[in-house]
Nanobody
Framework: QLQLVESGGGLGQSGGSLRLSCAAS????????IGWFRQAPGKEREGVSC????????YYTDSVKGRFTISRDSAKNTVYLQMNSLKPEDTAVYYC????????????????????WGQGTQVTVSS
C-alpha cells in the first residue's frame, strides 16, 4: 500500500528558503510521477511541480519557475521541493501526491489526476 509522508514545512521568511520532503513507501519509483500541490485558505488546490519517475521530466507552475526546484532520490524513495526566494503568497498547505500513470510535461498539473496523497505540511511565509 502506497504511503506518502511530507516533512520540512514551517515558518519561512520572505526571500528565504525551505525544503520539503516527500517520502514514499510501497511505491515503485520506476513508473508514474510524484507531484507537489498546495492549497491556501479559501483557494483551490494548485499544482506546483511534478517529476516523472521514468526520465525525470519536470513541470513547474509559472508562479514558482526559477524559485522552486523538484528533485528525487530514488535510493531513498524521496522527492524534494527546494523552495527559494519565498514569497508570502507561497503560504499554503503543501501536499505531495503520486500516480502510477502520470507523466510530467508542459500540461497543467491538476490534482484530480493524482490518486494517492500525503497528509500535507504547512508552509507559512512571513513578510
Amino acid at each position: 500500500q502506497l504511503q506518502l509522508v511530507e516533512s520540512g514545512g514551517g515558518l519561512g521568511q520572505s526571500g528565504g528558503s525551505l525544503r520539503l520532503s516527500c517520502a514514499a513507501s510501497g511505491y515503485a519509483f520506476s513508473y508514474g510521477a510524484i507531484g507537489w500541490f498546495r492549497q491556501a485558505p479559501g483557494k483551490e488546490r494548485e499544482g506546483v511541480s511534478c517529476i516523472s519517475s521514468s526520465d525525470g521530466s519536470t513541470y513547474y507552475t509559472d508562479s514558482v519557475k526559477g524559485r522552486f526546484t523538484i528533485s528525487r532520490d530514488s535510493a531513498k524513495n524521496t522527492v524534494y521541493l527546494q523552495m527559494n526566494s519565498l514569497k508570502p503568497e507561497d503560504t499554503a498547505v503543501y501536499y505531495c501526491a503520486a500516480d502510477p500513470d502520470y507523466y510530467c510535461s508542459d500540461t497543467e498539473l491538476l490534482w484530480t489526476d493524482f490518486h494517492s496523497w500525503g497528509q500535507g505540511t504547512q508552509v507559512t511565509v512571513s513578510s
